[in-house]
């Protein structure tokens, strides 16, 4: 018996609102009370803080989370990784550098619709069924940024002005980078507003990078335990108001969507103060683990690739040398590995550990311990392809960055070689699942993990998740 079409339930839905960054702590606590639609998703739903992968950047993180692989299985280790084992050669981990598929993939498989924007590393862009505007890592309007591609001359029309990312986020102007992340932020939501009108769809992802670029810009203006914060400055709401913003839109979005749409907030990692930056490669240099041609002059600050291009390295004394960012990648010299190796094969490990346990024991500059974690990838990825680093270093559990160029005249830095940045990555992201289908009654769920989400989309669009998937269904 066929039943009437009012007892009948439609096709479930899944609707992803990615922020990049997002911090758990803000959002379920410190302005919990600010973020009315945020915290009734989670009071009718299921949330708790998602531990992100190693390294905690949006660069693996956001493929891993919606592949269910971890970053040694997808081979990416950061937005830079050696192309090769020469010293110099790194290249953008874009697009062409995922392997293995994501979510739309299996999706697209089973013939449902997908709508994916700005989700990273989807430049270049791939066909799946539905429509895709690419991420952050995009080169500009110039290029083929849109599935199908006819979408763009579209994406034009609704925000001449669409912008993938803003112009430089470590700058003194904080005025103008506010400008540009609510241009960047609302000409995007223009499209999204767009394409929820007129597009059909099973799956539908939009991420914001406007958070990760708020935190970095403004940290210090809003957090007292930061060491520049100064009370009643300008910049001090200027995090919490973007949230609230945030907040309001995904509000509208609520009336917008199917009111059986099940509804996924989600971050990849989250925000803390940086505290200060340790120089690796000078101290990597000043321990003898690093040996120059050239001494590097205090006060002129120089990159380790610039040295590296110009043959200012002895390889042939060398046993290793470090990449900044924020955290840490330690690369060994490795014989038969590397050109110019001097480690011996038998004595690497007892190299790694030494060198591992050293780092580990850098205190800050008072002398105090900062209780730095160092990894081997070996050890926490299910498989190592690509070129991995070595170690793979949290200095002060992220709350130092790891410096790459020298000439500072010290291991301690707290002006950021890249530009003004005063925060770093948490390890913890978080997550909201509200299904008006099975309501969470406000469960918190703890010990979640980023790959947990594949499966848990998969599943509730009724598919099964791929016995490879490392990750677990949350419902």
């Known amino acids: 018996m066929k039943l009437p079409s009012f007892f009948r339930r439609s096709p479930p839905r899944v609707f992803v609102v990615g922020l990049d960054c997002a911090a758990p702590e803000l959002v379920f606590d410190r302005w919990r009370d600010d973020l009315p639609n945020l915290r009734r998703l989670a009071a009718e739903g299921i949330w708790g803080e998602l531990q992100s992968c190693i390294p905690a950047i949006t660069v693996p993180a956001w493929s891993s989370m919606l592949s269910s692989r971890d970053p040694g299985v997808l081979g990416i280790y950061g937005f830079h990784n050696r192309a090769d084992r020469s010293y110099a050669r790194m290249v953008v981990a874009n697009g062409e550098h ?3 598929k994501r979510v ?9 619709r997908s709508v994916v924007i700005g989700v ?14 690419s991420d952050f890592l995009t080169p500009g309007q110039h290029s083929a940024f849109t599935y199908p591609p006819s979408l763009k001359e579209e994406v034009l029309r609704i925000a001449p002005d669409y912008a993938f990312d803003v112009e430089e986020f470590r700058t003194e102007d904080k005025e103008g980078l506010l400008r540009q992340i609510y241009a960047m932020t609302e000409a995007r939501f223009k499209v999204v507003d767009a394409l929820l009108e007129r597009e059909p769809w099973d799956f539908f992802m939009v991420m914001e990078i406007g958070v990760d670029r708020i935190h970095h810009g403004f940290w210090s203006h809003h957090d007292p335990q930061h060491f520049r914060y100064q009370p009643g400055n300008p910049y001090e709401r200027a995090i919490h108001d973007y949230y609230v913003y945030l907040d309001a839109k995904i509000g509208a979005w609520l009336e917008m969507i199917p009111k059986d749409a099940i509804v996924l907030v989600v971050s990849d990692h989250g925000a803390k103060r940086m505290d200060g930056g ?6 990597l240099w000043r321990e003898g683990y690093l040996v120059l ?6 006060g002129r600050m120089v990159t380790f690739d610039s040295l590296a291009q110009r043959g200012a390295v002895d390889w042939s004394r060398t046993r290793a040398w470090g990449s900044g960012g924020y955290y840490g990648r330690v690369f060994l010299n490795v014989q038969g590995r590397e050109p110019e190796g001097v480690i011996a094969p038998s004595e690497y490990e007892a190299v790694r550990d030494e060198l591992a346990q050293r780092l580990a024991d850098i205190p800050n500059h008072r002398g105090e311990a900062i209780g730095t974690r160092v990894f081997k990838p070996q050890d926490i990825y299910q498989q190592v392809n690509g070129i991995a680093p070595d170690l793979i270093v949290y200095f002060g559990d992220l709350l130092w960055r790891s410096v790459g160029s020298l000439g500072h005249g010290d291991i301690y830095t707290f002006n950021n070689d890249t530009g003004p940045d005063d925060c770093n990555h948490a390890q913890n992201g978080l997550f909201i699942w509200r299904d008006p289908r099975r309501p969470g009654g406000g469960r918190h769920i703890a010990g979640a993990q980023l790959m947990d989400i594949a499966p848990t989309v998969l599943q509730a669009l009724g598919l099964s998740a791929p016995a490879q998937m490392q990750g677990r269904a949350l419902i």
């Not at 739309?104 to 449902?112: E, I, P, Q, S, V």
């Not at 990273?120 to 505007?133: A, D, E, R, S, W």
């Open 98 to 100: 995922v392997k293995e």
């Open 120 to 133: 990273p590393q989807t430049f270049p862009v791939k066909p799946l069924n539905g429509c895709l505007i």
């Open 293 to 298: 041609k050239e001494t590097p002059e205090p």
């Open 104 to 112: 739309w993939d299996y999706l697209t498989a089973a013939g449902k």
């Open 278 to 283: 340790i120089c690796l490669n000078e101290w």
